[in-house]
């Protein structure tokens, strides 16, 4: 079993911004994929990025690539997501996720939540205009 908190969301203005936080334990070594996920009220949930293994690859979605960043530590089974330059349409809760042992490319950075298997319980990034 993995389990996943996530940290750092909070309020802040249009244009600020905020850096999230998703500490993972348990069974660490068999995790591949680390990914980032939001879902706002009333919307499905939705990609926000991912990072590989290593964290020599990278994904983002189309909304946020230029103004977020995904990095993460493995010494602190750490992911991080930097988010810069935040709009309105960026609050949501968002969840980090992890993906388990794939047997296959060690480089995935998947896009779809049916990818991963474990989910942190999300905090929540609000920003006012």
């Known amino acids: 079993q993995v389990q996943l908190v996530e940290s750092g969301g909070g309020l802040v203005q249009a244009g600020g911004s905020l850096r999230l936080s998703c500490a993972a334990s348990?069974?660490?070594?068999?995790?591949?994929?680390m990914g980032w996920f939001r879902q706002a009220p009333g919307k499905e949930r939705e990609f926000v990025a991912a990072?590989?293994?290593?964290?020599?690859?990278?994904a983002y979605a189309n909304s946020v690539r230029g103004r977020f960043t995904i990095s993460k530590d493995n010494a602190k089974n750490t992911v991080y997501l930097q988010m810069n330059t935040l709009k309105p349409e960026d609050t949501a809760v968002y969840y980090c996720?992890?993906?388990?042992?794939?047997?296959?490319?060690?480089?995935?950075?998947?896009?779809?939540?049916?990818?991963?298997?474990?989910w942190g319980q999300g905090t929540q990034v609000t920003v006012s205009s």
């Open positions: 996720a992890a993906e388990d042992h794939y047997i296959g490319a060690s480089n995935r950075t998947p896009r779809s939540g049916y990818e991963y298997d474990y």
């Open positions: 348990g069974r660490t070594a068999s995790i591949y994929a």
């Open positions: 990072i590989s293994r290593s964290g020599g690859s990278t």
